[in-house]
């Protein structure tokens, strides 16, 4: 298997229980969180893998059949449920890369010039094995670049370890400081997460007002 240089992850298989639906099909301004957050990374991913639950695999297969660069897969059955950490092992072992992006689908403002400094920043310092932005006191793990292979997470989960901090305590993690990553972008919140229904009812109100 050719190793590719930069393949974008987007998590979108998640059970959604505080939503109530499928975050991953739920559309602002015409455009599933999904396609929204495809056209983010796109330009900068030789590859991009869209782990999907397994209700939403036919819809997405046929919503990104003409895209070449796209595969969508699923949690294998033995992992599945196990949360981001399996999804994020199941796309590092379907395509080997020098770095992966990982996006969660509802992080819905994170904007593409924060990935092109995030990556431009992570291929100066290529002794690490994680950047991951920190908002205050939180690691952002979901809209992270990973410098690691799938059997570093799949030990992880053969032992039962499922969080993703489970993952930083094993790698070696460049933190992205606050008043760093606010110089590469204007939005005030990237690293917001939709959750749940109220709010999203929230934004279809005022979207089509």
């Given at each position: 298997?050719?190793?590719?240089?930069?393949?974008?992850?987007?998590?979108?298989?998640?059970?959604?229980?505080?939503?109530?639906?499928?975050?991953?099909?739920?559309?602002?301004?015409?455009k599933t969180l999904v396609e929204r957050q495809f056209e983010v990374v796109s330009p900068f991913s030789s590859?991009?893998?869209?782990?999907?639950?397994?209700?939403?695999?036919?819809?997405?297969?046929?919503?990104?059949?003409?895209?070449?660069?796209?595969?969508?897969?699923?949690d294998q059955a033995n992992i599945r449920g196990f949360g981001p950490l399996a999804g994020i092992y199941t796309?590092?072992?379907?395509?080997?890369?020098?770095?992966?992006?990982?996006?969660?689908?509802?992080?819905?403002?994170?904007?593409?010039?924060?990935?092109?400094?995030?990556?431009?920043?992570?291929?100066?310092?290529?002794?690490?094995?994680a950047f991951v932005p920190k908002e205050g006191t939180y690691n952002q793990p979901l809209a992270a670049i990973?410098?690691?292979?799938?059997?570093?997470?799949?030990?992880?989960?053969?032992?039962?370890?499922?969080?993703?901090?489970?993952?930083?305590?094993?790698?070696?993690?460049?933190?992205?400081?606050?008043?760093?990553?606010?110089?590469?972008?204007?939005?005030?919140?990237?690293?917001?997460?939709?959750?749940?229904?109220?709010?999203?009812?929230?934004?279809?109100?005022?979207?089509?007002?």
């Amino acid at each position: 298997m050719e190793q590719q240089e930069f393949v974008s992850v987007l998590l979108a298989g998640g059970a959604s229980r505080r939503m109530g639906q499928s975050k991953a099909r739920l559309r602002l301004e015409g455009k599933t969180l999904v396609e929204r957050q495809f056209e983010v990374v796109s330009p900068f991913s030789s590859s991009i893998v869209i782990v999907v639950a397994p209700e939403d695999y036919p819809f997405f297969v046929e919503m990104f059949k003409d895209c070449f660069k796209v595969l969508i897969v699923m949690d294998q059955a033995n992992i599945r449920g196990f949360g981001p950490l399996a999804g994020i092992y199941t796309a590092m072992n379907k395509i080997e890369a020098q770095a992966y992006f990982v996006l969660a689908c509802d992080l819905i403002y994170f904007p593409s010039e924060l990935l092109a400094k995030l990556k431009a920043y992570s291929l100066n310092h290529l002794a690490h094995e994680a950047f991951v932005p920190k908002e205050g006191t939180y690691n952002q793990p979901l809209a992270a670049i990973y410098r690691c292979g799938p059997s570093v997470l799949y030990t992880l989960l053969q032992n039962n370890k499922k969080r993703l901090a489970d993952l930083l305590e094993v790698l070696k993690v460049h933190e992205i400081k606050e008043d760093q990553w606010r110089g590469w972008t204007e939005v005030k919140d990237p690293f917001y997460n939709l959750n749940h229904a109220k709010d999203y009812e929230e934004m279809i109100r005022k979207e089509n007002l």
